[in-house]
């Protein structure tokens, strides 16, 4: 655990404690999980965990989301929403994030009031305001508390602490939804997403970890981690990955020299 991040767990847990109940935004990724071990610690039957279920999500990250909270015995709701059908997401806007954390949050923002639940948690933490996170915004409009983030903690500090806690997942490369695989302005269509959905599934298999699947129509860009690039190196995997990406109808199919950026279309900020 860093120096720092003790102190600030210790802070996290007095935060959490007095809340008379609250609804946690969980995502299955490392910092919601986090949260969600520390405030089911604090807060044990007040605290209702719910995963949204989107086109916009794997399915993937809803079995790490569905696994760990019932290893913690935390009481877990599922929840589906459309969001392709919103009309915030046609035309694919730059400010596409605003508009899918105002959906998401109202929704849930309204199943608390439904439960008498005066809160409503999620797991921003202070690195995500050092880059294009539109989202953060609607989440101030809203109302929506983000303890990490209150309490100072960096990604860095809430994977170490994540690690002590022995939370499962907390080394694991984060995973954003969907649509950033797609450039802004191009429309998104559960087709696009699907065939996206299933070129990473296909890259995971062979041992992929740290990995972006670009969509630009008929080219797929590939960016990865640094450690994996030069698996792509390889002819027989670089055959094998250019047979699969062009059965599911990508004409050209090629390696970012870049490696992975995370908001990769985002270029110099907003």
């Known amino acids: 655990m860093g120096a720092g991040a003790g102190p600030k767990l210790e802070r996290l847990r007095s935060l959490l404690a007095p809340l008379d109940g609250a609804l946690l935004a969980y995502s299955g990724g490392v910092d919601s999980a986090l949260l969600l071990r520390v405030a089911h610690?604090?807060?044990?039957?007040?605290?209702l965990?719910?995963?949204v279920r989107s086109e916009l999500f794997s399915d993937r990250e809803?079995?790490?989301?569905r696994g760990y909270a019932a290893a913690l015995g935390a009481h877990h709701e599922i929840i589906h929403i459309a969001l392709l059908r919103e009309a915030s997401f046609i035309g694919n806007p730059r400010d596409r994030c605003y508009g899918c954390k105002k959906i998401i949050?109202?929704?849930l923002l309204r199943l608390a009031g439904e439960r008498g639940l005066s809160t409503v948690l999620e797991g921003s933490n202070?690195?995500?305001e050092k880059v294009f996170r539109p989202g953060l915004r609607a989440l101030e409009e809203l109302a929506v508390r983000s303890p990490l983030k209150e309490t100072g903690l960096s990604k860095e500090e809430v994977r170490a602490l994540?690690?002590?806690l022995v939370v499962p997942g907390w080394d694991r490369p984060s995973r954003p939804c969907l649509a950033t695989r797609f450039p802004y302005g191009a429309?998104?269509?559960p087709e696009a997403l699907e065939r996206v959905k299933r070129a990473e599934e296909y890259l995971y298999s062979l041992g992929f970890r740290e990995f972006r699947v670009r969509d630009h129509?008929?080219?797929a860009r590939i960016e990865t981690g640094k450690s994996e690039t030069a698996l792509l190196n390889e002819t027989a995997t670089a055959a094998a990955v250019v047979l699969e990406f062009k059965k599911l109808g990508f004409v050209n199919i090629t390696l970012d020299l870049q490696g992975l950026r995370s908001g990769s279309w985002d270029g110099d900020g907003p």
């Open 187 to 189: 429309a998104i269509s």
């Open 105 to 107: 949050f109202t929704r």
């Open 126 to 128: 202070i690195d995500d």
């Open 41 to 47: 610690e604090a807060l044990g039957d007040r605290l």
């Open 217 to 219: 129509g008929e080219l």
């Open 62 to 65: 809803l079995d790490d989301a």
């Open 162 to 164: 994540a690690k002590d």
């Open 49 to 51: 965990t719910v995963t």
